[in-house]
């Protein structure tokens, strides 16, 4: 266990923070499409929407949404397997 944390720990200094503004980047853009298109099928905001369409949006686009941001998390961390099994 204690091997394992360590592991974690290279890891982490060796791409931790350029996995995070990766994350913040790619969110950006996600949430700047992903929150109108809530707002306008929200019932309490629109009136006119049902629960059922919004629940259904809900799902289908927040699993859209979250293929990019698990490719970063994906992606960084094989990297910095790669960059420490290089030291």
């Given at each position: 266990?204690?091997?394992?944390?360590?592991?974690?720990?290279?890891?982490?200094?060796?791409?931790?923070?350029?996995?995070?503004?990766s994350?913040?980047?790619?969110?950006?853009?996600?949430?700047?499409?992903?929150?109108?298109?809530?707002?306008?099928?929200?019932?309490?905001?629109?009136?006119?929407?049902?629960?059922?369409?919004?629940?259904?949006?809900?799902?289908?686009?927040?699993?859209?949404?979250?293929?990019?941001?698990?490719?970063?998390?994906?992606?960084?961390y094989?990297?910095?397997?790669?960059?420490?099994?290089?030291?």
């Amino acid at each position: 266990m204690l091997k394992t944390m360590r592991r974690s720990k290279q890891l982490s200094k060796k791409n931790g923070w350029s996995i995070l503004i990766s994350l913040i980047l790619v969110s950006i853009p996600i949430y700047t499409i992903y929150l109108p298109i809530m707002f306008n099928f929200y019932p309490m905001y629109n009136p006119s929407a049902s629960f059922f369409t919004f629940s259904i949006l809900q799902i289908i686009v927040g699993y859209i949404c979250m293929i990019p941001l698990y490719s970063v998390l994906f992606y960084g961390y094989q990297e910095s397997k790669v960059l420490t099994s290089k030291e």
